[in-house]
């Protein structure tokens, strides 16, 4: 149910009408028949999958509580059980044809960030952060909160249940967030991702064929897409939860703005990065371990996310470059030491980091290690074909200039915020240039399929 469909938005208002009309006590089992009739939308065959692993969290959960001596046990337990089942279907895509082909194929929804949200609910118990929810529908309204059920961003059970808890009438001003929210990433995705998305398939489908301009220009429009596409789903996503009340992390923070890439990882996908410095880099030991290993650290969790992204060695050498660069950063920090920058420094940085990621998308994108040859080869003087289309020149021009908003301290200007005079009729006109320009057919957000 892709959030700019009219099924999606019937559910939307129909949600907000009844949390509005109705009694405290019909918010909860309505956010999750809500949830349950979402992910039941996409596949009805896996929602047994989703009930069964939350009323597992709730007994593990119950149960850690009430044994000290059997605590970290059982959350070994619920470890193996999340981490096992996201790898049974993420991995079958290592295996040659046949039925595991078929079950790569058949994905759950969303698994990916069910599971590491799940994590956060044991591993908070375990850590007497969080108190073990006696009534199972607690659970499984955190597992089904649908404006995150099928791409995030990772919502930790100590930031959402206490929400959920205590669930507000909606107001004028969460009406209007939400909206606003809502509306940008309408736009982003419609408007800006899906149609850099058809040049970036064209020339990828027909690698070899053209020429090396126009293999670099479709790797920079996916750089673009992938972000705008992304940051579209967050957007859209704390926009429909601020609707009904829930306010949730921010995901994005202009990333293409970062000076190296561990600011790059600070701004892009902040709830898995810091899902994974959290509950991965930090119990490794961190950086408190010396130099040595916290370069192992950092390589291990960054190979981890590349794992998590996809079962296919593209990912794998996506996490391993990331991790190189990680790496690269700390030795070169470390060199530095506490000499301030020249004065050219910044722009140069900025430059590099930003050139550097959008090289990393490459095998991100890529079908396989094949597919990954033939489009460097492209970009080293491959086909003959030149095409660049002036619209990824134009994303280009708005991306830019919307970091250089942010930079000039313009954010509450480029974001709509305050209720400005001009505000509902600027959000208008973004809705109806995202009817008026979206692509036809359906396009997927790139990050539900992880």
Excluded at 123 to 139: E, F, I, Q, S, Y
Excluded at 341 to 349: D, G, K, R, T, V
Excluded at 352 to 365: D, K, Y
Aim: glycine residues 8%; proline residues 5%.
């Amino acid at each position: 149910m892709p959030f700019w469909r009219p099924e999606f938005l019937l559910l939307l208002v129909l949600v907000l009408a009844l949390l509005r009309l109705g009694p405290a006590a019909w918010r909860k089992p309505l956010l999750t028949l809500a949830g349950l009739y979402f992910y039941a939308w996409w596949d009805l065959r896996f929602l047994p999958l989703l009930a069964g692993a939350a009323l597992a969290d709730w007994a593990l959960a119950l149960w850690m509580e009430r044994s000290e001596r059997s605590r970290k046990p059982l959350l070994l337990a619920g470890l193996a059980l999340h981490l096992g089942l996201l790898g049974f279907f993420k991995f079958a895509g290592f295996f040659p044809d046949g039925q595991a082909g078929t079950l790569r194929i058949l994905m759950p929804l969303g698994l990916s960030f069910q599971t590491f949200s799940a994590i956060t609910y044991l591993a908070a118990v375990h850590g007497r952060r969080l108190a073990a929810r006696k009534n199972p529908l607690d659970v499984l309204c955190l597992a089904s909160f649908f404006p995150v059920l099928a791409a995030g961003p990772i919502v930790r059970a100590e930031e959402l249940l206490p929400q959920l808890d205590a669930l507000p009438r909606p107001d004028a001003d969460a009406l209007y967030d939400g909206f606003r929210r809502f509306s940008m990433g309408l736009f982003k995705k419609l408007v800006l991702a899906d149609r850099l998305g058809l040049y970036v398939a064209e020339v990828y489908g027909n690698a070899g064929v053209y020429d090396a301009a126009s293999t670099w220009a479709a790797a920079l429009a996916y750089a673009l897409q992938i972000y705008l596409d992304f940051s579209a789903y967050s957007d859209m996503a704390l926009g429909a939860a601020r609707i009904l009340g829930v306010r949730l992390p921010e995901n994005f923070n202009f990333p293409y703005a970062a000076r190296n890439p561990s600011e790059f990882w600070r701004r892009w996908h902040m709830s898995l990065s810091f899902w994974f410095r959290d509950y991965v880099y930090i119990p490794l030991g961190g950086s408190r371990q010396g130099q040595a290993r916290t370069l192992a650290n950092l390589m291990l969790v960054m190979l981890l996310c590349g794992i998590w992204h996809g079962s296919g060695w593209v990912f794998v050498l996506w996490g391993a470059l990331h991790g190189l660069g990680l790496c690269a950063h700390r030795l070169w920090r470390g060199w530095r030491g506490q000499r301030g920058p020249a004065p050219w420094s910044a722009a140069l940085a900025w430059a590099g980091t930003t050139l550097f990621v959008a090289l990393c998308w490459i095998p991100f994108r890529a079908e396989d290690l094949g597919h990954l040859r033939r489009i460097l080869s492209a970009m080293l003087g491959g086909g003959t074909v030149h095409w660049i289309h002036p619209f990824v020149w134009a994303a280009l021009a708005l991306t830019a200039l919307a970091h250089a908003l942010r930079g000039l301290g313009c954010e509450d200007l480029l974001l709509l915020r305050g209720r400005r005079w001009y505000a509902p009729a600027a959000l208008l006109t973004l809705v109806w240039f995202s009817l008026l320009f979206a692509t036809e057919g359906f396009t997927p957000f790139l990050y539900a399929r992880f």
